[in-house]
Structure formats: C-alpha cells, structure tokens
C-alpha cells in the first residue's frame, strides 16, 4: 500500500481515443487524466495544481487547437512539459512530420528517444538519439 500525496502530480493530456485511463493506471494516485474530446474547443477546467504535464497524441490527431491551448496553459505556469508522439504502424517518415509540427506550433524540443516495437507492438528497445546509443530489451534486461 503506498502513500497518496495530496495532490495528483501529473496531468496527462491526450485525445480522447487514447486511452489514457489505462496509462493513469500505471501510476495510481499520482496522475490525472484530461481527455480533448473536441479538436477545435479546449477543455472548460484544466488542473494547475500539478508537478508535471504529459501530451500524449498520435500521428492520426496531430497537434489539435486544444492541444496547443492546454499545452500553453501549462507553459505559462513553468510547470515542466513532455511531448509523447504513438507512431505505431506508421512510417518514419510521418513521425518526422509530426515533430515539425510540434516545433513549430508549440516550441522547439528535441526528440531525444525513439522507442524500437516489435512486430506484436512490444517495446523492445530505445534508441538515444542525442548520444547515438540504441539500447536492446528485447531478451527482457
């Protein structure tokens, strides 16, 4: 049993075709989910108290209005961003495509990791491409 702090410390931002609750399961207690069920209109509530925000979208959504919208929000409060991007069956090509994007409507970021999957979907590597390192866990280690 662990400690609830007293406040969720990350907010996790997607559209709501992802499912987001299952990812907020992995950290109980700790994350609260925001789903964008409306591309153009931005959620009425976005939480501040918060340590952290994750925007978690695919190549299909893109980087929506509202996308941007809570993304500023929250980087007007100084409160640390990460952008996660799901390629899954997609070229690499169109991930190239959706960083632009990112960059250009949000701000510039690096894209520091790729996740490598297999042919099931699992994740079964990571390639650091700041430093040029590709990382195997494929063989569970």
Not at 18 to 44: A, F, M
Not at 125 to 138: E, Q, R
Request: glycine content about 8%; proline content about 6%; aromatic content about 4%.
């Amino acid at each position: 049993m662990g400690i609830k702090p007293e406040r969720d410390r990350i907010l996790l931002v997607g559209h709501g075709r992802e499912n987001l609750h299952q990812i907020e399961g992995v950290l109980p207690g700790l994350v609260t989910t925001l789903e964008i069920h409306d591309p153009k209109n931005p959620p009425r509530e976005i939480p501040s108290e918060i340590d952290a925000a994750v925007f978690y979208s695919s190549i299909q959504d893109g980087i929506s209005q509202s996308l941007i919208h809570v993304w500023n929000y929250v980087a007007e409060r100084m409160i640390p961003r990460l952008l996660v991007i799901s390629i899954k069956g997609e070229s690499e090509s169109d991930f190239d495509d959706i960083v632009l994007i990112a960059r250009r409507t949000l701000e510039e970021m690096g894209t520091p990791f790729l996740v490598i999957h297999s042919e099931d979907g699992r994740p079964i590597g990571l390639i650091d491409i700041v430093n040029s390192v590709v990382t195997d866990y494929s063989e569970g280690k």
